[in-house]
């Protein structure tokens, strides 16, 4: 089946310390994306990539680095400057070209930092 | 710039009542227009989408009709289900390069039997 797998479902860490939430697609989609989401708020977008090895800085990028090695693969690391990191993570992706242009949503990653 | 507001929650609704859920939206050029649900613990899935002025997008009994004139994007279903209850996002694409979406903030429906 295709689609986008994030994992772990549930990620805890201890505060100071790196984490990387791992994403995969397996649609073919030339676009990927992070987004933030806290409790009773909308979606964040924190990085985006159209193509491998390019990516955007969203409108909260600070504290977070990602990378696009591949295709399928959009990885983003929480450093430890990130000040709340605690927080329901979504990966999503989308044909940049083509008819379609929804975005397609993984299940997330949710991080407690303590 | 581009922007997306969405009516206020929580919503709470006997079963088989009428939904609305408003959302207007502020876009530079043509956007695509979207209605994502979200489960608890879950990810956004699709529900229905409209890609210019006047066309409807419906699904599972959701409809919403892309209104230029009055830029919005308004939600309804003539009966809900409690199977309905979840967190409703608005959302628009400008198609620019990059395909990048703004959401509205989610409007949270409790269907109550």
């Known amino acids: 089946d295709g689609g986008i797998t994030q994992s772990p479902k549930y990620l805890f860490r201890k505060e100071g310390q790196n984490v990387t939430l791992s994403c995969e697609q397996n649609l073919n989609h030339d676009a990927m994306y992070w987004y933030r989401q806290d409790p009773g708020q909308g979606l964040r977008l924190i990085y985006y990539?159209?193509?491998?090895?390019?990516?955007q800085k969203g409108d909260i990028a600070e504290g977070y680095s990602v990378s696009r090695e591949k295709k399928e693969s959009f990885p983003l690391t929480v450093t430890s400057a990130q000040k709340n990191p605690t927080a329901f993570y979504l990966c999503a992706s989308s044909p940049v070209a083509g008819e379609s242009y929804e975005q397609y949503f993984g299940p997330g990653t949710r991080l407690t930092v303590t | 710039g581009n922007s997306v507001t969405q009516m206020e929650g929580p919503v709470t609704l006997s079963e088989e009542a009428f939904l609305t859920i408003n959302c207007t939206y502020t876009?530079?050029?043509?956007?695509?227009l979207f209605w994502y649900v979200q489960y608890p613990g879950e990810g956004l899935q699709l529900l229905l989408k409209a890609t210019k002025a006047d066309d409807k997008g419906s699904n599972k009994g959701f409809e919403a009709t892309y209104r230029k004139e009055t830029t919005s994007f308004h939600l309804e279903k003539g009966s809900v289900q409690v199977s309905d209850s979840a967190v409703y996002f608005c959302a628009l694409s400008d198609q620019s390069p990059g395909n990048q979406f703004y959401f509205g903030t989610g409007t949270s429906l409790t269907v109550i039997p």
């Open positions: 876009a530079t050029g043509y956007p695509s």
């Open positions: 990539s159209q193509i491998v090895n390019d990516f």
